[in-house]
C-alpha cells in the first residue's frame, strides 16, 4: 500500500484518494496551508514590499512564492537552516543576483513604492539606497580613509576634501570606530581587526546615505567581544535605516530584531514578533527549528 505523507504530518493513501475525492482535495488543501506564511508578514509603513516573489538560479527554484513587508525604521531578521533561501532572498532586495549567471528574479519587488525590477532603474544608485554588509568583512586595499570616502566620490555626493572629510568622520562615528582609527586614517583598512574591519565596511555603506541596510550574517566571522558591538551598532542605527539581516544565530535575532522570519526549503513559513516567534510560534516548522529538532 502506497502512502503519501506530508510536511505537516498527515498522511493519505494513495487508493483513498482514488476512492474518495474529498480525500484528495484535504491533501490538496494541507499543502496550500503548509506553503502559506503564517504570521505577521505585512506591516504598515512599509519601507520595502515583497510580493509573491520567486527566485531561479537555471531550472532550480530557490524562492518560493515569498511576500514579505520591511518596515521604516525596523530591523527584520531572517533565520532557518543553510540553504534555505534566506541569503538568496536578501541579495534580491537590492539586486546583487544580477551578478549570479542564470539567476531569474519573478514578482513585485519595491522600494518606496519604485520597483526595483523597473526596465529603467540603475542598480548602481539602487545600491547606494539599499548598502549591504557580507558576511566576511570585504575593505578595500585602501586607507581607512579611503576606504570610506569612496562612496561618495563615485556618486558624485563630494568631491571637496572638506565635505569628504565631514562624511569620513561622521560615518565612522555612526559605525563607532572612530575614536580607534581617527590617528591612523591613512592606514590601510585590511590591517584593523577582523571586528574593526566589520565596523569599516558599515560605516563603508553609510557614507552614501543609504535608506536601507542588508547584512548577510555580519558577525559569524567575529568574536564575542565583536559581535556585541556590532549587535549594539544595529540598534543604534535603527534610529535612521531599515534593517534586514540574516543570521545563523537565534540568539542573535532574539536581541537585534523587532520581527523575525523563518525561511524553510525556500519559503516563507513564519514572520511575527520577534518575541513570539522564540516563545509561542503559530507554525510547527518554526517551533521545529527553535527547539533544535532540526536545523
Known sequence: MTTMTLNAGSAVTAGD???????????????????????????????????????????????????????????????????????????????????????????????????????????????????????????????????????????????????????????????????????????????LSGGQQQRLCIARAIAVSPEVILMDEPCSALDPIATARIEELIDELRENYTIAIVTHSMQQAARVSQRTAYFHLGKLVEVNDTETVFTNPEHELTEAYITGRFG
Open 17 to 191: 484518494q482514488a476512492k474518495n475525492p474529498a480525500a484528495e482535495q484535504s491533501v490538496v488543501k494541507t499543502k496550500a496551508e503548509i506553503l502559506k506564511t503564517v504570521g505577521k508578514p505585512l506591516c504598515d509603513n512599509a519601507k520595502l514590499r515583497m510580493r509573491n516573489v520567486n527566485v531561479y538560479y537555471g531550472e532550480t527554484q530557490a524562492i518560493h512564492n515569498v511576500s514579505l513587508d520591511i518596515g521604516r525604521n525596523e530591523v527584520v531578521a531572517m533565520i532557518g537552516p543553510s540553504g534555505c533561501g534566506k541569503s538568496t532572498f536578501l541579495r534580491c532586495l537590492n539586486r546583487m543576483n544580477d551578478t549570479i549567471e542564470g539567476c531569474r528574479v519573478e514578482g513585485d519587488l519595491t522600494l518606496d513604492g519604485e520597483a526595483i525590477y523597473g526596465p529603467k532603474v540603475d542598480v548602481v544608485p539602487l545600491r547606494a539606497r539599499v548598502g549591504m554588509v557580507f558576511q566576511k568583512p570585504n575593505p578595500f586595499p585602501k586607507s581607512i580613509y579611503d576606504n570610506v570616502a569612496y562612496g561618495p566620490k563615485i556618486h558624485g555626493i563630494a568631491s571637496r576634501r572638506a565635505e569628504l572629510d565631514e562624511i569620513v568622520e561622521n560615518s565612522l562615528r555612526r559605525a563607532g570606530l572612530w575614536n580607534e582609527v581617527k590617528d591612523r586614517l591613512d592606514k590601510p583598512g585590511t590591517g
